[in-house]
């Protein structure tokens, strides 16, 4: 039996250079130093033939010192003081270093509005960003980023992933031959990055391999994928690119099957956004299990997310309250790992993604939990939100403590994820309760798990207009519910605890008087 493979190598990558020029131009370099070691040969073709170019540095980099030579104080200075410098010899001075914590991209919904507001203010026609096969997380951050913004947007424009650590198969190839020197002299601005690894070097090395195919016409070449926004809009990155066609798993490991259960009554808008964040989960064994409380009819937005979702919908005639609707998705759930998501809420890119790897990473529990941003909105009179003024930033943010739990909820619903097999052992929500039912929950979780607490911030937690309740008879009740566990001992140790926090807070409290 004979076997041909009728794909040819021009099938495979370009064998002629692309002309990218005359484009308005921006730039997203996760760290200082990805805009040039990726891309500088062809910012400065575009700037050579007179674009407009813009770039916006994402983080500070404060956790690329590996070799311990700088001081925290100083390291960051050091970085942004290089790639003014980089960026003088590349020919470009419209920059922004917008300091979002180094290895975090991704992880706060205040990065998606930045680079929204950024994009739609300045009206790119071309866009750079880092590879989604890139090795460092905040590269694959940026690539999430920028992709979930021009589908937000629905905004026409090129995106151009290039590479840095990790080779693409191009669809595009630049010659830079002529500015080559241009691109060392730039590079070697960055000398706090070149120990332990020499950046510049293997910058020079891809460079001179890119040129592989394109020898004819010059040494050294810049690869891309280059895509238009009719590819992006409506689609998932993931459609084009899976990280885990290259990642080998352990024998024998399997991505659980996760699922999130999404409870929804009377806002379709807001159903809508939380939706849309499961789609642009970078973990993909989910399972959506939407239960509608007797609200308006939701047939047609669930329809809507059907292709890119495995989505079941479960209509109530009548309006059964909070916890009966979260009971009936988790006797729908077919997930080994469970999760919620209420219709006003919403998860980042990697929140599935960090909640499966820290039960992973914690065989010994049966319950982990995140941080979140806590959002204050208001509605507009056409029904959709405002974010009130100044009323956004971490919500808590507390290691698992049983004892605390028992005072007051810290772990809101939105960031939990718990095994079947411990719902199976505290029991479902109890459904005389539609306020803390999620507390209740919890604390009897804890009567048969440890819970584990990952100090990242993966989604955001929103309240939508002023509360029209009193939480206080509620919070009497779970009082009077677990009474039977205030006995002297754990007293004790609650007013312990309080103590150890009282006299940290005031020491932070010192410290910044002093400051």
């Known amino acids: 039996m004979y076997f041909h493979d009728a794909i040819i190598e021009q099938d495979l990558i370009p064998f002629e250079c692309s002309n990218l020029m005359g484009k308005k131009v921006l730039v997203f370099a996760p760290h200082p130093d990805d805009e040039t070691l990726g891309c500088g040969g062809t910012l400065m073709e575009h700037v050579r033939y007179g674009d407009e170019v813009k770039i916006i540095f994402l983080t500070d980099g404060g956790k690329g010192d590996f070799a311990g030579k700088f001081s925290a104080e100083s390291y960051t200075d050091i970085r942004r003081s290089e790639a003014i410098e980089a960026c ?11 300091d979002f914590e180094d290895r975090s991209l991704g992880s706060s ?38 992709w979930s913004v021009i589908d937000d947007c629905k905004l026409e424009c090129h995106l151009a992933f290039y590479e840095v650590s990790t080779p693409l198969q191009p669809n595009s190839l630049v010659d830079i031959s002529r500015v080559i020197q ?26 001179r391999f890119r040129s592989l195919t394109i020898a004819n016409i010059g040494k050294y070449a810049e690869a891309f994928v280059v895509m238009n926004s009719e590819r992006i809009i409506g689609k998932k990155l993931s459609d084009y690119f899976t990280l885990s066609k290259y990642l080998k798993p352990e024998k024998g490991e399997s991505n659980p099957l996760v699922s999130i259960i999404v409870r929804t009554q009377n806002r379709t808008h807001l159903l809508r956004e939380a939706l849309e964040s499961i789609v642009r989960q970078s973990y993909k064994s989910i399972e959506v299990v939407v239960i509608n409380d007797g609200g308006c009819n939701v047939d047609e937005i ?19 309250g909070r916890s009966a609707a979260a009971n009936i998705g988790l006797e729908n759930a077919k997930g080994d790992l469970l999760t919620f998501l209420d219709d006003d809420d919403i998860i980042f890119p990697d929140h599935i993604e960090h909640l499966v790897s820290g039960m992973k990473a914690h065989p010994e529990v049966q319950l982990v939990y995140s941080d979140c941003v ?67 929950l919890w604390i009897r979780m804890s009567m048969h798990s440890e819970f584990v607490r990952l100090p990242v911030i993966t989604c955001e937690y929103r309240i939508f207009g002023s509360r029209s309740y009193d939480p206080l008879p509620v919070q009497m009740r779970i009082y009077e519910k677990y009474w039977h566990l205030c006995t002297p001992q754990n007293l004790m140790r ?10 940290a807070l005031k020491e932070q409290l010192k410290k910044y008087e002093d400051s």
Not at 383 to 411: A, T
């Open 88 to 98: 003088k010899v590349l020919g470009i001075d419209d920059l922004e270093f917008w």
């Open 109 to 146: 919904i205040l990065h998606f509005d930045r680079v929204k507001f950024c994009v739609t203010e300045y009206l790119p026609t071309l866009i750079y960003v880092t590879s989604p096969l890139e090795l460092n997380p905040d590269h694959r951050g940026a690539a999430n980023l920028v």
């Open 182 to 207: 241009d691109k060392k002299q730039a590079a070697s601005c960055y000398a706090s990055q070149m120990d332990p690894i020499d950046y510049y070097d293997l910058m020079v090395s891809m460079n």
């Open 302 to 320: 669930v329809e809507s997310f059907k292709s890119a979702l495995n989505l079941k919908l479960i209509q109530l005639q009548e309006t059964r």
């Open 374 to 440: 806590l959002g204050l909105y208001t509605f507009r009179e056409d029904g959709k939100h405002d974010l009130k003024e100044e009323k956004k930033g971490r919500f808590k943010g507390i290691d698992f403590n049983r004892d605390r739990l028992l005072q007051s909820n810290f772990i809101p619903i939105i960031t939990a994820m718990f095994t079947r097999d411990l719902i199976g052992k505290s029991g479902l929500l109890d459904e005389s309760l539609d306020l803390f039912e999620d507390w209740d």
């Open 494 to 503: 609650w007013l312990h605890t309080m103590q150890v926090e009282n006299d």
